[in-house]
Every structure is written in structure tokens, then in C-alpha cells.
């Protein structure tokens, strides 16, 4: 099992304190769990007196979204008509639905959410990283839409006024036996292009990380932290602003043509239906990208189950104030955190909240780590229906760049 040390910003903590990570998976087709990834987490002081503006922020841009579905309700027998429904209010939907907006203004474009808020799973439980794009292989979608993201992530992140902090990460090698895959990492991060990446020896460790101990070091100075459940409310915003419209609680049940589509009405432009529990939209076309639910969202249109989404729980462990200064940053693997940090014991931890995230799993078994889109371009349904069935790791910091990938997919596909 791997350890990471990384740090989170969450609106629901005030003070300087550090948080563990463990996840796991249950899985759909074996009984034998998956093992993912075990990380530990700080907040720093720096972003503590931010956390109640990000708490009003995100209550003033619930209550708008709010207000824009009580009026929907209120008028059930009424169906909205949009050329694109956006099926999902997590970072990925929302930043595509706002990229969309921005592409296209002349579109009718509308986001439907099941729960009360945006951002309410995945997109408001995880880390907070801010990558940098060490990680993943060379010449990959996954490495270039990090590196893109990340300069997009954070000139967004000043744009708006939304606290982060660029705390730099460590990639941390305690033995000569871990140095090679250590040099194996820096090689991957100099092709992917991430930025003022440096190689450093034991003895350079502290000046980042005082009480971390280690042979050889990758120092990455741009990783960082942020609330990403604020930034997915913030991508709501200017969506709303761009004429969007934005409808909570709304769990789509179904996708119908409609009948009327074939009879040369006025309805036939908007020929599809989105369902909520006897309520529904019209549009033209449907993007979803529903995370967790993004394989049930496709079979009710006629596609696959697979691959399917496996859920992984993540659950923080809290490290006491007292103990909160040895970590200042990111700290990341390939050891356990008392190889680390020696004076860190389970004594100082508790348990804390719990984060999510959504996996998708092949037929046999093995993890999808690729970018899936499916439109089943042989039915009159499904062909105007595209989904976006798997968005991996680091979706978050890649959320604008992998924004920008999806809305030209859409252009392609729908002819917009």
C-alpha cells in the first residue's frame, strides 16, 4: 500500500490540521477488494480565515440555483426547451457546460442535477490537489490535459478570486531501493513538460519539509490546493451568467423521443425528452457526465452497462494541532508515513470525513484509465445522446482543458 501527504482545503474545517486518506473499493464482479491509494493531508493557517467566505459563497450560489428550480417545479406541465441538456453538476459537467456557453453563445443550454447543489459527490469529497502531471505516461491524454490544466486551473483560480495555495509536493524515496522508480517518475515529468520540476538530494528535503527524512526527492513547485467543490460552484456561476439555466433535484429517470417529434410539430426540434420523476425538459441533444451514475445513465438510453462504475470510499483521518506543523505541503510515496515522519504515530490521528470517487471497471475486471465516450450513432434515441462515461484521475485539475476536449467532441458529433 502506498502513502501520499498532500493537503486539502475544505470549507467545513477551520484551523491548521492535517487529514488521512484511505481508500478502497468494493467491487461489482470479485469479492477481493481493490486496493487504491492511501494519502495524508494538511490544511495550512494561510487558508483557515478563507473558509467562511467560501461557505457564503457557495450558500449564495445554492439559493440561485434553487430559485431557478422552484420556478420549474412550480410550472410542471411546462417543458423547457434547450438545444443541449447537460446530464451531471459535478466539475466535469459544469465545466463543459460552462465551456459550451462560452463557445456557443447563441445555444439554449441548460445543466440538470439530482441533488440540491452542485458538486454534492465526488467533485466536493476529494483532496484538493492541484496537479502538476508527474504521474502519467508520456505522450498520454491524461499527462497533456494535466499540464494544460494546471496553467488553466490556476489562472482561472486568480480570475475569480478563489483561495488556493501552491505549496509545492515532494515525491519522496527513504531507501537506494526506491531511488530508481523515484528517477522513473522525474523522467515521465521532464516529457510531460511539468513545469520547474527538480531533482533533489536528501539534504535538500528539509528546506521544504522540515521534519521529512528521505535519500533523493522530486520537488514539484507548482502542485497545490484548492477547494475544487467551490471552483465547480464558481463554473456554475458563470454559466447562469452566460443565460445558462441550472435545475437541482432534478434525478433524470429516463430519455424518451418524443412522439410529436415525428408528426412535424413545433415540438420536433426538441425531440428529446429528459424525465424527472413525471417532470422533463426538451432539448435537441444530451451530454451527460454523471460520475458515479454514468453507467446508469447510458443504459437507460440503450447503450451498455459497461464498463461500470465502481464507487471507491475515502476515509480522512485527522492529525492533531500539535502535529499539524511537521507537514507543510504534499508529501508523496513510496514508503509509510512513520518512514516519513518518525514522530508521527496512530496516536495523533482520528477519523474524519469521508471523500468519494467514481472508477469505471471493464468486463474483465481491470480498471479503465482512459477517457470512454459512447453515442449509439445506429438509434434515433441514442444517437443524440453522447456520454462521457469515464473522466480519470486528475479530472479536477484537468477540468477546463478536458471542458474544452468535450465541447469540440460535441461540436463534431451534434454539428453544432
Same mark, same amino acid.
Given at each position: 500500500m502506498n502513502l501520499f501527504c498532500s493537503t486539502t482545503v475544505s470549507p467545513h474545517v477551520v484551523g491548521s490540521v492535517s487529514v488521512c486518506l484511505v481508500q478502497s473499493a468494493v467491487t461489482l464482479r470479485r469479492s477481493t477488494p481493490l486496493a487504491w491509494v492511501v494519502s495524508v493531508m494538511a490544511l495550512p493557517r494561510i487558508l483557515a480565515a478563507s473558509t467562511l467566505r467560501c461557505y457564503t459563497i457557495r450558500q449564495s450560489h445554492?439559493?440561485?440555483a434553487l430559485s431557478t428550480c422552484r420556478q420549474f417545479l412550480s410550472t410542471?406541465? &411546462?417543458?423547457?426547451?434547450?438545444?443541449?441538456?447537460?446530464? =451531471?453538476?459535478?466539475?466535469? =459537467?459544469?465545466? *463543459?457546460?460552462?465551456?459550451?456557453? +462560452?463557445? &456557443?453563445?447563441?445555444? #439554449?443550454?441548460?445543466?440538470?442535477?439530482? %441533488?440540491?447543489?452542485?458538486?454534492?459527490?465526488?467533485?466536493? &469529497?476529494?483532496?484538493g490537489v492541484i496537479h502538476a502531471g508527474i504521474y502519467y505516461k508520456p505522450g498520454s491524454l491524461k499527462a497533456r490535459l494535466c499540464v494544460e490544466g494546471l496553467q488553466l486551473a490556476y489562472e482561472y483560480l486568480d480570475k475569480e478570486g478563489i483561495p488556493y495555495k501552491k505549496c509545492g509536493k515532494l515525491i519522496v524515496a527513504v531507501n537506494d531501493k526506491e531511488v530508481g522508480r523515484l528517477l522513473d517518475l522525474y523522467d515521465r515529468a521532464i516529457h510531460? =513538460?511539468?513545469?520547474?520540476?527538480?531533482?533533489?538530494?536528501?539534504?535538500?528535503?528539509?528546506? /521544504?519539509?522540515?521534519?521529512?527524512?528521505?535519500?533523493?526527492?522530486?520537488?514539484?513547485? &507548482? *502542485?497545490?490546493?484548492v477547494d475544487w467543490g467551490l471552483v465547480t460552484e464558481h463554473y456554475g456561476k458563470n454559466f447562469r451568467d452566460c443565460g445558462g439555466s441550472i435545475y437541482l433535484d432534478f434525478k433524470v429517470t429516463d430519455f424518451q423521443l418524443t412522439e410529436d417529434s415525428k408528426t412535424g410539430t413545433t415540438a420536433a426540434e426538441y425531440p428529446v425528452k429528459v424525465i424527472s420523476n413525471g417532470r422533463a425538459v426538451r432539448c435537441k441533444y444530451v451530454l451527460t457526465?454523471?460520475?458515479?451514475?454514468?453507467?446508469?445513465?447510458? #443504459?437507460?438510453?440503450?447503450?451498455?452497462?459497461?464498463?461500470?462504475?465502481?464507487?471507491?470510499?475515502? %476515509?480522512? +483521518?485527522?492529525? #492533531?494541532?500539535?502535529?499539524?506543523?511537521?507537514?507543510?505541503?504534499?508529501? /508523496?510515496?513510496?514508503? *509509510?508515513?512513520?518512514?516519513?515522519i518518525p514522530d508521527i504515530s496512530a496516536?495523533?490521528?482520528?477519523?474524519?470525513?469521508?471523500?468519494?470517487?467514481?472508477?469505471?471497471?471493464?468486463?474483465?475486471g481491470s480498471l479503465e484509465d482512459d477517457f470512454v465516450f459512447h453515442r449509439e450513432s445506429g438509434s434515433a434515441l441514442g444517437s443524440r445522446i453522447l456520454h462521457c462515461r469515464n473522466a480519470p484521475s486528475p479530472g479536477a485539475t484537468s477540468s477546463l482543458s478536458i471542458a474544452k476536449m468535450i465541447a469540440d467532441k460535441c461540436r463534431t458529433e451534434f454539428s453544432l
Open positions: 445554492k439559493l440561485l410542471s406541465n &411546462h417543458e423547457p426547451e434547450y438545444d443541449i441538456v447537460i446530464v =451531471g453538476g459535478g466539475i466535469v =459537467g459544469m465545466a *463543459t457546460a460552462r465551456e459550451l456557453a +462560452l463557445k &456557443h453563445p447563441h445555444l #439554449k443550454l441548460s445543466v440538470v442535477e439530482k %441533488e440540491d447543489k452542485l458538486a454534492f459527490h465526488q467533485s466536493g &469529497h476529494n483532496s510531460n =513538460g511539468v513545469p520547474d520540476v527538480e531533482l533533489i538530494e536528501g539534504n535538500e528535503i528539509k528546506k /521544504y519539509e522540515p521534519y521529512c527524512q528521505g535519500v533523493k526527492a522530486i520537488w514539484s513547485p &507548482h *502542485t497545490g490546493i457526465c454523471g460520475g458515479l451514475q454514468s453507467d446508469k445513465l447510458a #443504459k437507460l438510453s440503450g447503450c451498455s452497462e459497461d464498463p461500470r462504475i465502481v464507487p471507491f470510499r475515502g %476515509e480522512y +483521518l485527522l492529525l #492533531k494541532k500539535d502535529k499539524a506543523h511537521m507537514v507543510r505541503g504534499n508529501i /508523496y510515496p513510496v514508503a *509509510t508515513l512513520r518512514k516519513y496516536s495523533d490521528i482520528s477519523r474524519g470525513p469521508a471523500g468519494v470517487r467514481a472508477q469505471a471497471m471493464n468486463v474483465d
